[in-house]
């Protein structure tokens, strides 16, 4: 049996759980489904009874990382499926493809199936999310599959054998990276991730500002992933942002990154929340690396 968890907060996740549970009955699958809200403002509920979900509710806002080992505590099925609340199938056949998957493992406990984004562009004010996850994060399964993409907490398939050696790290707390680390601690156990071509579409929620205030709380969740890693060296070398940064630290470069960015910095966050979409990812890529430097010299 496969376990379908869903951590939510602030999301409608109706249409998903239909879905799912439409797929189920369809094709007789044995699967499970729980929904997991997060101390939600407004309480998710559901408007009809799904014979194959259970929907629970924490009492106090966990955060990300203790909602999904809560998840992992809860399943029953074999093999558990995390998909984010947020998100839609486009498969019809995307439950059995799992099914079928978890069947056929191999030597792996772990499988990304992948995600996409709309097609078309979002308003100026929801640009920079749509930009930035549509490049870095809409792989196909064989780019995917080449060594150096990172691993995703949305639609993937992780066997429970695996919350008996590893869980995320709840001393993450905010937004951000706690599923960079657990897949690298993953990797470090010795699983290996394989892929398949069966994404699900994931809903652009976030304002310009919005994502750049999480991209901001992201990076100071990164930096404590290092004090985190079990190997914080081999974790810097695992992650592009940080591999980059210790380069530059390496060759004395940081005062000439500090230089440039009292100049520009004011210009391409400017820029990013007013959803300039020239040039827009690689603004995006430098206005973290200065972030992260600020952070840096902020927590020594």
């Known amino acids: 049996m496969i376990s379908i968890c869903i951590p939510a907060y602030n999301c409608e996740v109706e249409a998903l759980v239909c879905s799912l549970q439409q797929q189920i009955d369809s094709l007789q699958l044995p699967a499970e489904v729980l929904v997991l809200d997060d101390c939600s403002p407004n309480p998710i509920g559901l408007s009809a009874s799904y014979a194959a979900v259970r929907l629970l509710r924490n009492e106090q806002n966990l955060g990300r990382a203790r909602t999904r080992n809560k998840l992992m505590q809860e399943a029953q099925g074999a093999f558990m499926l995390f998909i984010d609340g947020d998100s839609e199938i486009v498969a019809s056949d995307y439950?059995?493809?799992?099914v079928t998957q978890s069947n056929n493992m191999g030597g792996y406990s772990c499988c990304y199936g992948g995600?996409?984004?709309?097609?078309?562009?979002?308003?100026?004010?929801?640009?920079?999310?749509?930009?930035?996850s549509s490049q870095k994060e809409s792989r196909s399964q064989i780019e995917r599959?080449?060594?150096?993409?990172?691993?995703?907490?949305?639609?993937?398939?992780?066997?429970?054998?695996?919350a008996n050696q590893l869980q995320f790290n709840e001393a993450l707390k905010g937004y951000g990276h706690e599923d960079t680390l657990f897949g690298f601690e993953l990797e470090?156990?010795?699983?290996?991730?394989?892929?398949?071509?069966?994404?699900?579409?994931n809903a652009i929620l976030d304002t310009n500002?919005?994502?750049?205030?999480k991209t901001k709380e992201a990076l100071a969740n990164l930096i404590l992933c290092i004090n985190l890693a079990t190997k914080p060296p081999a974790f810097v070398q695992h992650v592009t942002l940080l591999r980059t940064y210790f380069q530059l630290k390496k060759y004395y470069m940081l005062p000439l990154l500090r230089g440039y960015a009292w100049f520009i910095l004011k210009s391409i966050s400017r820029n990013l929340e007013n959803g300039k979409s020239v040039g827009m990812v690689r603004r995006y890529d430098l206005y973290k690396l200065i972030v992260l430097d600020q952070l840096f010299r902020s927590n020594p």
């Open 95 to 98: 439950l059995n493809r799992w």
């Open 115 to 132: 995600s996409i984004y709309q097609a078309e562009a979002p308003p100026s004010s929801h640009l920079l999310r749509w930009k930035v």
């Open 145 to 162: 599959a080449k060594k150096g993409f990172g691993f995703k907490t949305n639609n993937v398939l992780l066997s429970k054998a695996i």
């Open 188 to 201: 470090a156990l010795g699983y290996n991730i394989s892929h398949i071509e069966n994404p699900v579409k």
């Open 209 to 213: 500002q919005d994502f750049l205030m």
